[in-house]
């Protein structure tokens, strides 16, 4: 019995890793899409995230199957409980993905300046992500709290884009009526660091059965 779930377990970190992997590849296809101005990349990034919808359904149903035919308890239940709430965030990383997409496709937007750090926010939400869900499959609590530490680089980058924009206005007027578009991007990239602080924070319950989320209960 034992033995049957812990393969089952390993299937179930084989396919978050997946995911995983998925949300980073459209996560690194928007900032190349925006900098490429590549539609044909941003039609595949949003066929991309309904894979990653599908993948959503899947380890759903293997949750499911682990927790009606193993009644997992302690330290395994909480494993399985912190995978279907991880896979709703990674989920929403897809959706924002090609969001940003469509911010691309629909307003002809160009690219931003090298001096605004759209690309920065990219790589560390990539990062984020990418840590959060080997934090999980390793269960280390210490790459899972220093995910949820980094994401306030990724809040500071933001505030950074967002200055940058407003000081830029004054001195190119061409980028004015991008502005909203390329702040919105920012915005996105922002949302999607604080799914992956979500992921880590249920990577964290799942080892040590405390939720930072309780703790303002």
């Given amino acids: 019995m034992r033995n049957r779930f812990d393969a089952q377990l390993e299937q179930l970190h084989q396919k978050l890793i997946e995911m995983g992997n998925l949300c980073e590849q459209v996560i690194s296809m928007t900032y190349k899409v925006l900098v490429d101005e590549d539609y044909e990349a941003a039609r595949e990034l949003i066929e991309k995230d309904s894979r990653i919808d ?84 390793w269960q280390d609590l210490d790459t899972a709290q220093k995910v949820i530490e980094y994401d306030d680089v990724v809040d500071n980058l933001f505030l950074e884009v967002k200055d940058l924009l407003i000081r830029q206005m004054d001195s190119d007027p061409e980028i004015h009526e991008h502005v909203m578009d390329i702040l919105l991007i920012a915005k996105y990239y922002e949302r999607i660091g604080d799914h992956a602080t979500n992921i880590s924070e249920w990577v964290e319950f799942s080892i040590t059965g405390k939720h930072r989320g309780d703790e303002n209960l």
């Fill in 54 to 137: 599908l993948k959503e359904r899947d380890i759903e149903g293997l949750c499911l199957k682990l927790l009606l035919q193993q009644q997992p308890v302690a330290s395994d239940l909480r494993k399985v409980s912190a995978a279907l709430k991880m896979i709703t965030d990674m989920e929403r990383i897809g959706d924002q993905a090609a969001d940003i997409a469509e911010i691309i496709l629909t307003s002809n937007i160009k690219a931003p300046g090298l001096d605004i750090p759209i690309g920065r926010m990219a790589e560390a939400t990539v990062r984020m992500v990418t840590d959060s869900v080997n934090a999980y499959v």
